[in-house]
């Protein structure tokens, strides 16, 4: 068991950085941003991510012939669903105003260093909305959502005869672009 320490001590007392976050008070509690006092202004973030998968896979969702069903209407309802849900998963998350989601997928068949024997595809989600913070961890949580809902309806074919996933993996889950404007 780790010493208490002592209120002399560095560890004790809240960091610089700590302090300046705006989801913890002064003595390193969690709390919501009060966003109360802030204009509603028009705000859109883009986020985008990678799902690797074995070719024909790829081909199977290209030629809509997965079992399971329409692999991209599928993963573009899921998206769309978590994008108007963030708030329910993301402890600190604000409800907002949804106002419009965009998603598109796009294949990528050149390979890459590390992995010969795949397909890529990526998601993009863009998220608008009109209130008092921005919405970039709503398109995050689409994507997300959106790349787990592909995984989920291909895993059948996407397992090796152990079981495993070698060819499977979610990379590059970033923001794009995010930005506001005044009304």
Known sequence: MAPNPSEDDDAAQPSENRASLTHTTDDGDVQMVDVGSKPDTRR?????????????????????????????????????????????????????????????????????????????????????TTGKTGCEMEALEGVTTGLNVVWDMVKAVEKNDDGQYPATRIENVRVLEKRKRER
């Open 44 to 128: 859109r973030a883009v986020a985008a991510g990678d799902i690797h998968l074995r070719p024909s896979t790829a081909a199977a969702i290209r030629e809509d012939t997965v079992d399971k069903g329409d692999v991209l209407a599928t993963a573009r309802v899921g998206a769309i669903q978590a994008v108007k849900h963030t708030w329910e998963t993301i402890p600190m998350c604000h409800q907002i105003p949804i106002t419009n989601v965009d998603t598109s997928f796009e294949f990528d068949d050149t390979p890459d260093e590390d992995v010969t024997d795949h397909a890529t595809l990526s998601l993009e989600v863009a998220v608008e």
